[in-house]
């Protein structure tokens, strides 16, 4: 392989000097004694106490987590048995399926977050059109609408995590031997166990990768959950709202806390990823091995 130009080389420098740089200013000014987003007045970490001395930023901060953590755990679960499904059906369907699969992946989060709250609210209307029929009906107070909340808002969070955990998952199911699961059976075990105890190892890394990114792309989440949360905050709402009044260093502490918490998800899947290529590697490297020796 040809090593890359100078002018490559300062070309991608300078790509990632305008991705990166902004980013950089804002992690240093967090640190910064005074207000000032410009001038360097001395290092502190006061602007980290304040910002977790603050009530409204702590709640939000508690909804965010505990909405990606259930999203992550229950779309990881939906998406491993979406994911098995798929895989065993026939090529033609497998394909038309995959392809609804990757829509919601490619599709703008906007038109996601407004198809999704026009249909939380319709779903609202009709089913307090249904309780006013039924309690007229049976004289009985009986009640089934909600509104746009914490339930909407997991429910959206769920529906857009699937998709990236089936797309996790499914490259494990294809590395495995097809006959695994059959040979299980034939040694006594049921669907289960040779399902919960051969399969499930077996297609663990993917599943974990998918847990991984599920949890960080809920938690990096904007646009959907402006849509669907309704009168709950999440993190990134929160900021949205301090961003139109004067911008304060408590921002700066957020934000940098955020980064580094994405930052610190993606190394640990793209260190995941490299161990499981290097593990495959050397398995082939061995199954190649054993069938040179065999022909010999």
Do not use: C
Request: no cysteine; aromatic share 10%.
């Amino acid at each position: 392989m040809k090593k890359p130009s100078i002018f490559g080389r300062l070309l991608m420098a300078l790509v990632f000097i305008f991705l990166y740089a902004p980013i950089a200013v804002l992690i240093v000014f967090s640190f910064n004694s005074s207000k000032s987003r410009t001038v360097w007045t001395g290092f502190t970490f006061d602007w980290y106490l304040k910002l977790f001395q603050d009530t409204t930023i702590m709640n939000s901060l508690y909804v965010t987590l505990l909405v990606s953590l259930l999203a992550a755990v229950i779309a990881t679960v939906a998406g491993t048995i979406a994911a098995v499904g798929i895989y065993n059906m026939k090529r033609s369907h497998r394909n038309a399926v995959l392809a609804l699969n990757n829509i919601p992946v490619i599709n703008a989060d906007i038109i996601t977050g407004v198809s999704m709250s026009l249909l939380f609210i319709s779903a609202a209307s009709v089913l307090a059109k249904l309780s006013l029929a039924f309690s007229q009906l049976l004289g009985v107070n009986i009640n089934l609408s909600f509104s746009l909340g914490f339930g909407t808002l997991l429910i959206a969070h769920i529906t857009f995590n699937v998709p990236y955990v089936i797309l996790s998952v499914l490259p494990k199911l294809r590395q495995l031997d097809n006959n695994l699961f059959e040979a299980a059976q034939d040694l006594g075990a049921t669907w289960w166990q040779a399902f919960y105890k051969v399969i499930i190892p077996e297609i663990r890394p993917g599943i974990v990768n998918g847990l991984i990114i599920a949890f960080t792309m809920s938690i990096d989440d904007f646009v959907i959950s402006y849509f669907t949360a309704g009168r709950v905050q999440t993190l990134s709402m929160t900021i949205y709202a301090m961003t139109k009044k004067r911008i304060t260093p408590e921002i700066n502490a957020l934000s940098t806390l955020l980064f580094t918490a994405v930052l610190l998800m993606l190394i640990i899947i793209n260190i995941r990823q490299a161990s499981q290529e290097k593990k495959l590697r050397k398995t082939r490297i061995r199954s190649t091995g054993i069938i040179k020796y065999s022909k010999i």
